[in-house]
């Protein structure tokens, strides 16, 4: 017996495997070293471009990590540190990949069905967003203030807010680390954004695999994160690319995926009943707001979170990606309350011809970080992706490349 279910294990990794390439037929990748960070296009027949999105490595002290448009850990770290002015306490733990024959199912007696609707609370308020004090963009000013770019960085990207990124797998680490980061934020009374970003099988197990060891573990990972919200606001991009991208899973294991995703939102809002929890929901050029909408609504979205997000490391227009975000929150329906944060980091100019993806020629920086957009049911304008963080072409993937930055800042 023991030698059939064996075989059987070795099938249906075979079988996952095929589904995986299949999906990923349609992508084009790029893959470098330096902490990890991949940029991928893909396109899949009648859904436009997908997205390139390079993705930091948690290695040291929280700091605003990179992101292309499609999942990819960066050289940059996220959330290392549980005193941000050490970086080499705490160290993450490398991400582990999944091994294909231990999937996980639903936890057993854990629910899998979404309950009543919860009444989301009110957008995030006036308060302004929390810049992190570490960033590769930080160290560059820091260290050339007689470089003549050093104004047009400092001032249009040094000086401006962005995400914080916990992309590696640490239990007993993670909680210290979130802590770091939202207390120093409500201390300056500024709103912090976070980005969980460990679900296993993250990128389809490509270039940016890693995450939890399975989604029982995972679990118990974003209840470590939770630990560490606090009780002041803050903004929470829970898991990018997790539901746009989960086409490569079989039924069973996305059904697994989208019940792990809702009890983090539970987990998250239980935890810190001020923090706004929003959930994937790709961009204005990859799938139809209804296909949208529907995964959004069997990963829980309606009850467990506050809205979605959109264009993580991409550059569609906002305007666009408002228009976008307010057809799949239509198809989605639930509490009228809920919003959309969209990635204007790069999205200044458009997105660029052809589908380019890694570091296009002729971006901008798109609209400043804020939770004052004056467009419904858009709750804030955030930059995920930290602008200046090359995707491979440029500079090294990951890394803070100031001829970028500065062909960024200046619209180049």
């Keep these: 017996m023991s030698g059939l279910r064996a075989q059987r294990r070795i099938e249906r990794a075979e079988r996952r495997r095929a589904k995986r390439r299949n999906v990923m037929a349609f992508a084009a990748s790029a893959v470098v070293a330096v902490g990890t960070v991949t940029g991928v296009l893909s396109a899949a027949a009648g859904e436009g471009d997908h997205r390139n999105s390079a993705r930091p490595q948690t290695s040291r002290t929280p700091v605003p990590g990179p992101l292309p448009a499609r999942p990819s850990p960066s050289a940059t770290p996220s959330a290392q540190a549980s005193v941000p002015a050490s970086r080499t306490a705490a160290p993450a733990r490398p991400s582990l990949s999944r091994p294909a024959s231990k999937r996980a199912e639903p936890s057993p007696g854990r629910p899998t069905r979404e309950p009543s609707a919860r009444t989301p609370s009110s957008p995030p308020g006036a308060a302004a967003l929390y810049r992190h004090p570490e960033s590769q963009v930080l160290d560059w000013v820091r260290a050339n203030r007689d470089d003549p770019r050093h104004p047009l960085i400092k001032n249009r990207i040094a000086d401006q807010p962005a995400a914080v990124w916990f992309a590696a797998y640490n239990p007993g680490a993670v909680t210290a680390q979130v802590r770091s980061v939202t207390s120093a934020a409500a201390t300056a009374g500024r709103i912090p954004v976070l980005v969980p970003y460990a679900i296993p099988d993250r990128d389809c197990g490509g270039a940016s695999q890693g995450g939890a060891p399975d989604l029982a573990a995972y679990d118990d990972w974003i209840g470590d994160f939770a630990a560490g ?18 086409d490569c899973l079989s039924d069973g294991e996305r059904q697994a ?5 809702a009890r983090a939102g539970r987990t998250l809002h239980a935890a810190n009943p ?55 929150l239509a198809a989605l329906g639930g509490p009228a309350g809920l919003g959309a944060v969209i ?16 570091d296009p020629a002729g971006r901008a920086l798109g609209r400043a970080p804020t939770t004052r957009t004056g467009e419904a049911r858009v709750d804030a304008y955030l930059w995920i992706k930290l602008p200046g963080e090359s995707d491979g072409c440029k500079g090294a993937a990951g890394t ?8 960024l800042a200046g619209g180049d």
């Design 343 to 358: 990635d204007t980091s790069r999205n200044g100019n458009g997105p660029p011809a052809g589908g380019q993806w890694c």
């Design 229 to 246: 919200l606090g009780g002041g606001e803050v903004i929470v991009i829970l898991e990018p690319d997790s539901i746009a991208l989960s």
């Design 257 to 261: 995926r989208f019940a792990s995703l």
């Design 400 to 407: 803070f490349t100031p001829d970028y930055a500065y062909q």
């Design 274 to 328: 001020r923090a706004k929890v929003y959930f994937d929901a790709g961009h204005s050029g990859w799938h139809p707001a209804g296909k949208q909408a529907a995964a959004l609504r069997a990963a829980g979205a309606r009850s467990n979170s506050d809205g979605i997000f959109t264009n993580v490391s991409n550059f569609h227009r906002t305007a666009d990606e408002a228009a976008y975000a307010r057809r799949v």
